[in-house]
């Protein structure tokens, strides 16, 4: 059948390729078939991939509700193409402090990681680079997970051990104002720290383990961090159980 004959009311009712009653009829170019390999070879043949195409021109004299419909559904994904591409802008690499803390974190081998500015943890992190100090003070969230508590610290030097970190949050005769009752459970007791692996995928989530007698500048080489690191406080007792239910890596 010729492309011309398609304008005609009976042959147009019959299939393009074997003259057989149609079935079927192209989203793209409207030939009509009967069957799945006679669809297949007007694909091969007219080099057509059976997609409608959703900015072709309609004339007004053929423009129907369906158009309407087509159309309003086409914009709508647009929409959700846009939405998607600015929730996925990397906003971080616009302010001049996102790009030194980013390259002062490559100078130390570790690679961080920004997110969009509507996320809840990157309004929350804290985190910037001393000159004077010649480091990164950290936000960190630790998270007591014998007693499920949370504790954010804006400024921790990346050079001061975790062990000796979290003494201010556990150890009552420090008097410190960061102290916290919650915690009492870890006073006096040897602990282990671990931190999600960021690059692990969501599937197979796992854990390494992080050295007590070194800072973040060390903990954190070699590794992702996102936005500011959190950090598993476990009771050494509770270890075990840990690396039970938990993927661990050194």
Known sequence: MKMSD??????????????????????????RTCSAKCVKRHKETLKCNGIRCKTEYVPKERYTESNMLSDYRFL?????????????????????GMKLKKCKADSMKIT?????????????????YSFHQKGFLWHVKWIFTACDVKVNEKRLS????LKNAIAKHIDVTQK????????MEYFGKEVAFYMRK???????????????????????????VVEFPEVYVV???AVDEFETHHVVSE
């Open 6 to 31: 398609l304008d005609h009311p009976e042959k147009s009712k019959l299939c393009w390729s074997c003259q057989k009653p149609a079935l079927y009829k192209c989203p793209r170019c409207e030939v």
């Open 76 to 96: 709508e994904e647009v929409d959700r193409h846009v939405s998607v591409c600015n929730r996925n802008r990397p906003y971080g690499f616009k302010g001049k």
């Open 112 to 128: 961080l990681r920004f997110l969009p500015i509507a996320f809840t943890k990157h309004k929350e992190n804290t985190t910037y």
């Open 158 to 161: 990346d050079i001061v051990p």
């Open 176 to 183: 410190s104002d960061y102290f916290d009752l919650r915690l």
């Open 198 to 224: 960021e690059d692990s995928p969501a599937n197979k989530i796992a854990y390494c383990r992080l050295k007590g007698s070194l800072g973040l500048r060390e903990n954190l080489c070699g590794k992702v």
């Open 235 to 237: 009771l050494s007792e």
